[in-house]
Nanobody
Framework: QVQLVESGGGLVQAGGSLRLSCAAS????????MGWFRQAPGKEREFVAA????????DYADSVKGRFTISRDNAKITEYLQMNSLKPEDTAVYYC??????????????????WGQGTQVTVSS
């Protein structure tokens, strides 16, 4: 069974940091692009960041550039999202995702094939 399991969410004050992790199992994700989306209450899901299978390409939403860093460890089949200088507007459920096509991440994410269950990130002001 394919699984993407996020961890690392929680409550943090504005200006603080959190590191999200996403462990993949059930198939060979080493050659898959991976990424993160988020959805705040009452809002549509939005792209946050993506990383290609060999870490050769990364992309970020404008709203998180310079504050968030995506990385991956293919030996552990795990991706990470280091979030610094967090703002209240970063509050959302964060979803890990994986797909064979990197380009599928750079839009609404509807074409992305695999999703985690989500982890809540709450940033207090």
């Amino acid at each position: 069974q394919v699984q993407l399991v996020e961890s690392g969410g929680g409550l943090v004050q504005a200006g603080g940091s959190l590191r999200l992790s996403c462990a993949a199992s059930g198939r060979t994700f080493r050659n898959y692009a991976m990424g993160w989306f988020r959805q705040a209450p009452g809002k549509e899901r939005e792209f946050v960041a993506a990383i290609s299978w060999n870490s050769g390409s990364t992309d970020y939403a404008d709203s998180v550039k310079g504050r968030f860093t995506i990385s991956r460890d293919n030996a552990k089949i795990t991706e990470y999202l280091q979030m610094n200088s967090l703002k209240p507007e970063d509050t959302a459920v964060y979803y890990c995702a994986a797909d064979s096509q990197y380009s599928d991440f750079l839009s609404t994410g509807r074409a992305v094939g695999y999703w985690g269950q989500g982890t809540q990130v709450t940033v207090s002001s």
